[in-house]
T-cell receptor, first 116, second 112 residues
């Protein structure tokens, strides 16, 4: 049981380049999320998905696109990278109606992205 | 507009001391308040959480205090240990929506 995995772990891009970050979870969770973490800003929600084939915007969606073609995967795309997108990106997943009283989001290990 | 405000940004505590981190929120519809712990190079992990039907929740050395009228909640770490050194994030949101807003984080350093 790997939990939430992210690919790649590190990436350096030049301004204007594109890339896709992959998130995979093996917990059969319905909900998946993409966050970015910046110093002094905490975790900010980029996009999220409440089920296969559905996506929604979070707090900071501009410059990013997402797709959830399979329940276990959630992809984050940067079409034309900008230096302002230099950040650590975290994927998370959760399941509604969990038996536990904790509505827990499980996070991946993160992807450190630098845009030059 | 920041939904959740967290303070302090950093905290240094001696081993055995009490660490206190405070958070405030604006949206009165929020009914779920988790705390996440993050070690360097790792993703955040749920530490403890509270619903507004109680004013306090304790798990081991970790306690959440919740003040609904003031729209504030705090994390207390009793008998702080060097292994508690990490970044702590509070969050708030609506439980059934499974979507939360995170605070800016507090970097805790517990000195031996």
């Amino acid at each position: 049981n790997a939990g939430v995995t992210q690919t790649p772990k590190f990436r350096v891009l030049k301004t204007g380049q594109s890339m896709t970050l992959l998130c995979a979870q093996d917990m059969n969770h319905e909900y998946m999320y993409w966050y970015r973490q910046d110093p002094g800003m905490g975790l900010r929600l980029i996009h999220y998905s409440v089920g296969e084939g559905t996506t929604a915007k979070g707090e900071v969606p501009d410059g990013y696109n997402v797709s959830r073609l399979k329940k276990q995967n959630f992809l984050l795309g940067l079409e034309s990278a900008a230096p302002s997108q230099t950040s650590v990106y975290f994927c998370a997943s959760s399941s509604p109606g969990q038996l536990s009283s904790y509505n827990e989001q499980f996070f991946g290990p993160g992807t450190r992205l630098t845009v030059l | 507009q920041q939904q959740v405000k967290q303070s302090p940004q950093s905290l240094i505590v001696q081993k055995g001391g009490i660490s206190i981190i405070n958070c405030a929120y604006e949206n009165t519809a929020f009914d779920y308040f988790p705390w996440y712990q993050q070690f360097p190079g790792k993703g955040p992990a749920l530490l403890i959480a509270i619903r507004p039907d109680v004013s306090e929740k304790k798990e081991g050395r970790f306690t959440i205090s919740f003040n609904k009228s003031a729209k504030q909640f705090s994390l207390h770490i009793m008998d702080s240990q060097p292994g508690d050194s990490a970044t702590y994030f509070c969050a708030a949101g609506r439980y059934n929506f499974n979507k939360f807003y995170f605070g800016s984080g507090t970097k805790l350093n517990v000195k031996p």
